[in-house]
């Protein structure tokens, strides 16, 4: 008899937005992502982080128009057990604030991740209005 073991990994999903200069006017600051301080966290939590940093600019039309630079950081955390998964995204929102972006998911481990990513953000918005965080 064969007997196998499926493992679906739930996969949540959110950016971090700096533009520089811009976003000192234009959006809140967000600490600077450690990714030692990440590593610490999945291992804790028993899930693997990623955390994707890139940078550009914005081209205009011609070159005449200069655009501000920036930079995004793409953070990913997939684990098999959406409490484990849960803890890490709560963690993460909880140490550096609400991301700016959370892509959408139409269906599978990306959108459980999705919803989980939802509940920490309502989790922190309640707690932050109070008055109980930072």
Not at 1 to 22: K, N, Q, T
Not at 29 to 46: G, K, S, T
Request: hydrophobic share 35%; net charge positive; with cysteine.
């Amino acid at each position: 008899m064969l007997c196998v073991v499926s493992l679906v990994m739930i996969v949540a999903e959110f950016r971090y937005w700096d533009y520089g200069e811009f976003s000192k006017t234009a959006m809140i600051p967000h600490p600077e992502i450690d990714n030692a301080e990440l590593e610490r966290m999945a291992r804790r939590f028993n899930v693997k982080v990623e955390a994707n940093k890139v940078a550009g600019s914005y081209r205009g039309f011609g070159r005449s128009i200069r655009l501000p630079s920036y930079r995004r950081v793409d953070i990913s955390v997939s684990g098999e057990q959406s409490r484990d998964v849960k803890g890490c995204v709560n963690e993460i929102i909880r140490l550096y604030g609400k991301p700016d972006e959370v892509p959408g998911a139409l269906f599978g481990s990306k959108k459980k991740g999705r919803k989980i990513v939802d509940e920490a953000l309502r989790d922190y918005d309640r707690t932050t209005r109070y008055g109980f965080v930072r």
